[in-house]
């Protein structure tokens, strides 16, 4: 019989839930929400944040544990909305991104993620991943959540996030890359049979 790894994931979106576990189920990871409050500092680094928040939430949980945080660049918007993609997306969505495109013929982007692992016997690790792409002129598809339906990744034949099954966003995605890489971590380093 396998062991299954259970390691709390402090968030409150679902949707990271869901595709994380999708993507480390593989490497026979489980992450659970916990629903402690996750202390975000503001900083423009996702590395900066995902530590401090790690530590904070460390001092209450004493378990290991999983914080991620991610967002999207736009290249002609120097960055925005970065690490506040999550007030953004509330305050504008994806339509109020489209109205700052307007115009704007270079559309390069990229999604973040940053996951950060910690547990009382270890400080926080990073694992890092970035899907590069570009900002759609509509919104199309159903899948994913937040910007995916304005985003379009390189090597996706023109389809945003929106267009692609789960299972395809993963292999593309910021938050599989970062995931695949803690996940191959923790079983070579923590999970050792
Ligand atoms: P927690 O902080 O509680 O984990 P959150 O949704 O507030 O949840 P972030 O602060 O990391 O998370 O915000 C990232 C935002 O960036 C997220 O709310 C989405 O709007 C957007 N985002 C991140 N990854 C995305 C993805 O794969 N597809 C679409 N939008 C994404």
Same mark, same amino acid.
């Given at each position: 019989?396998i062991?299954?790894?259970?390691?709390?994931?402090? #968030?409150?979106?679902?949707?990271?839930?869901?595709?994380?576990?999708?993507?480390?189920?593989?490497?026979?990871?489980?992450?659970?929400?916990?629903?402690?409050?996750?202390?975000?500092?503001?900083?423009?680094?996702?590395?900066?944040?995902?530590?401090?928040?790690?530590?904070?939430?460390?001092?209450?949980?004493?378990?290991e544990?999983?914080?991620?945080?991610?967002?999207?660049?736009?290249?002609?918007?120097?960055?925005?909305?970065?690490?506040?993609?999550?007030?953004?997306?509330?305050?504008?969505? *994806?339509?109020?991104?489209?109205?700052?495109?307007?115009?704007?013929?270079?559309?390069?982007?990229?999604?973040? *993620?940053?996951?950060?692992? *910690?547990s009382?016997?270890?400080?926080?690790?990073?694992? *890092?991943?970035?899907?590069?792409?570009?900002?759609?002129?509509?919104?199309?598809?159903?899948?994913?959540?937040?910007?995916?339906?304005?985003?379009?990744?390189?090597n996706?034949?023109?389809? #945003?996030?929106?267009?692609?099954?789960?299972?395809?966003?993963?292999?593309?995605?910021?938050?599989?890359?970062?995931?695949?890489?803690?996940?191959?971590?923790y079983?070579?380093?923590?999970?050792?049979?």
């Amino acid at each position: 019989m396998i062991d299954i790894h259970e390691i709390y994931f402090i #968030t409150s979106n679902d949707h990271k839930v869901e595709e994380a576990n999708r993507i480390l189920s593989q490497f026979g990871i489980c992450l659970r929400k916990s629903n402690i409050k996750k202390l975000e500092i503001q900083s423009n680094s996702l590395e900066k944040i995902v530590k401090y928040s790690a530590l904070y939430a460390m001092k209450k949980l004493k378990s290991e544990l999983i914080i991620e945080d991610s967002g999207l660049f736009i290249k002609k918007l120097n960055g925005f909305p970065g690490p506040f993609s999550s007030y953004v997306y509330k305050k504008l969505g *994806c339509d109020g991104i489209l109205k700052l495109m307007q115009n704007i013929s270079d559309r390069r982007a990229l999604f973040k *993620c940053v996951v950060g692992y *910690c547990s009382p016997n270890v400080k926080p690790i990073l694992f *890092c991943g970035i899907c590069y792409g570009n900002i759609s002129n509509e919104a199309r598809g159903s899948y994913g959540f937040g910007f995916d339906p304005i985003f379009i990744p390189d090597n996706s034949n023109g389809r #945003t996030f929106s267009e692609l099954l789960p299972e395809e966003k993963d292999k593309f995605s910021h938050r599989g890359i970062a995931f695949r890489k803690f996940g191959l971590w923790y079983i070579s380093n923590i999970a050792k049979p």
